[in-house]
């Protein structure tokens, strides 16, 4: 079972990424898929989450009116649309798969699967 992020780079604030995150070897149907981000010297910490089997998101507020989370199934993955970029969200972001949408905070559960991650950088 493996995730792959994919879309970050290198934006000027206002702009916009799309991240995606695609599943091989399991259905991301089967799973809650959330959006974690990690900048240097802080914390990880949850952005999103989206439920296909109840259509569930949720944000983090920083991030709320901005972002939108989506998923495809036919294509087995997530996507975090990112608008309105401010340098306060440069960091890498890392998609997890999961059986729970709970973003308050990052802890290691061994039934998780992550991401390698992707590089967002918002410039000034």
């Given amino acids: 079972a493996h995730l792959v992020e994919s879309g970050g780079g290198l934006v000027q604030a206002g702009g916009s990424l799309r991240l995606s995150c695609v599943a ?14 990690e900048a240097p010297g802080n914390h990880r910490e949850g952005v999103s989450c989206f439920s296909s089997s109840d259509g569930n998101t949720n944000y983090a507020d920083s991030v709320k009116g901005r972002f939108t989370i989506s998923g495809d199934s036919a294509k087995n993955a997530v996507y975090l649309h990112m608008n309105s970029l ?39």
Wanted: include cysteine; glycine fraction near 6%.
């Fill in 86 to 124: 401010k340098p306060e969200d440069t960091a890498v972001y890392y998609c997890r798969a999961s059986s729970h949408c709970d973003i308050s905070t990052y802890y290691y559960n061994p039934y998780d699967v992550w991401g390698q991650g992707t590089q967002v950088t918002v410039s000034s």
């Fill in 24 to 37: 091989s070897g399991f259905t991301l149907d089967d799973y809650a898929v959330a959006w974690f981000r």
